[in-house]
């Protein structure tokens, strides 16, 4: 346990940035499944809705610093292909 009073804030900084990054990461996994379910259901309009908005959020996600630009531009990618394979 943190004695000095600068270590108790960084505690308390620390628990409230994971707890902002989990919630940010939620709902970025949630829109990526909602692209590979609307995949799945060959809804290619709604397929392609669902691409934007994760690319945006994976975009956001890079520039907070929560993913490493190559893991966003790896996952676009592949549901970009999921969605040409589907035409």
Same mark, same amino acid.
């Given at each position: 346990?943190?004695?000095?009073?600068?270590?108790?804030?960084?505690?308390?900084?620390?628990?409230?940035?994971?707890?902002?990054?989990? /919630?940010?990461?939620?709902?970025?996994?949630?829109?990526? =499944? +909602? @692209?590979?379910?609307?995949?799945?259901?060959? %809804? *290619?309009?709604?397929?392609?809705? /669902?691409?934007?908005?994760?690319?945006?959020?994976?975009? =956001? +996600? @890079?520039?907070?610093?929560?993913?490493?630009? %190559? *893991?966003?531009?790896?996952?676009?990618?592949?549901?970009?292909?999921?969605?040409?394979?589907?035409?």
């Amino acid at each position: 346990m943190a004695h000095h009073k600068a270590a108790k804030k960084h505690i308390r900084q620390t628990k409230k940035r994971t707890a902002r990054n989990r /919630s940010f990461m939620s709902s970025v996994r949630t829109q990526v =499944k +909602s @692209v590979s379910a609307a995949v799945g259901d060959n %809804n *290619t309009q709604k397929a392609i809705d /669902s691409l934007k908005k994760a690319q945006s959020l994976l975009a =956001k +996600s @890079v520039k907070k610093n929560l993913m490493h630009k %190559n *893991t966003a531009s790896r996952r676009v990618a592949k549901l970009a292909s999921q969605i040409k394979a589907m035409s």
